[in-house]
């Protein structure tokens, strides 16, 4: 089983660009029938989709974020990458990233997640 | 989107009792719904899929039953490791994919 590791600076400014990547470690990010998927979950509270991405570069995201949201991948250092615009302290959360089967879109595994807080 | 409600909130029970988690869809997933547990500082980890599947290396003491809007995660005799929260999570109607907002289940 896949590996996954979250890395990215952990503190960002309101208005600013959050960035995370997720490394992925014990196999390829270009397998076919998967997905590669950002979770957020601020603290204390439950958990909320973000968006997922396909090898191929089809992406999905939730409605809420969608105008706000990137997710890209990098094939050749296995990676993929989040980017969410125009913070505010409301993205404050740990992040992670974890893989979903195609057609199951159940996460497993996860990364460790991590925190991200967004304050002046 | 499909609203996931969790019952109860929090659970207290004896290690060796029997517990059983609720989970409840706003609309039918059939039995495309998920459960996670999560520990203090740790990911969540895949316990149940399918509604009734149980994920690898998940012991036989969780079991997922359920189908359309009902849902329930039974633990049978429940051990010191499986004190944490617990999430569900429905796949059939997506973006998004939705989770319950979790049920603590505590000594």
């Known amino acids: 089983q896949v590996q996954l590791l979250e890395s990215g600076p952990g503190l960002v400014k309101p208005s600013q660009t959050l960035s995370l990547t997720c490394t992925v470690f014990g196999g390829s990010i270009s397998r076919a029938g998967y997905y590669w998927n950002w979770i957020r979950q601020p603290a204390g509270k439950g958990l909320e989709w973000i968006g997922r991405i396909y090898i191929s570069g089809s992406t999905e995201y939730n409605p809420s974020l969608k105008s706000r949201v990137t997710i890209s991948v990098d094939r050749a250092k296995n990676q993929f990458s989040l980017k969410l615009s125009s913070v505010t302290a409301a993205d404050t959360a740990v992040y992670y990233c974890?893989?979903?089967?195609?057609?199951?879109?159940?996460?497993?595994?996860w990364g460790q997640g991590t925190l991200v807080t967004v304050s002046s | 989107e499909i609203v996931m409600t969790q019952s109860p909130a929090a659970l207290s029970v004896s290690p060796g009792e029997r517990a059983t988690l609720s989970c409840r869809a706003s609309q039918s997933v059939r039995t495309n719904l998920a459960w996670y547990q999560q520990k203090p500082g740790q990911a969540p980890r895949l316990l149940i899929y399918?509604?009734?599947t149980r994920a690898t290396g998940i012991p036989a003491r969780f079991s997922g039953s359920g189908s359309g809007t009902e849902f329930s995660l039974t633990i049978s005799s429940l051990q010191s490791d499986d004190f944490a929260v617990y999430y569900c999570q429905q796949y059939h109607d997506w973006p998004p994919m939705t989770f319950g907002q979790g049920t603590k289940v505590e000594i």
């Open positions: 399918s509604a009734s």
């Open positions: 974890a893989t979903s089967p195609d057609l199951a879109n159940w996460f497993d595994p």
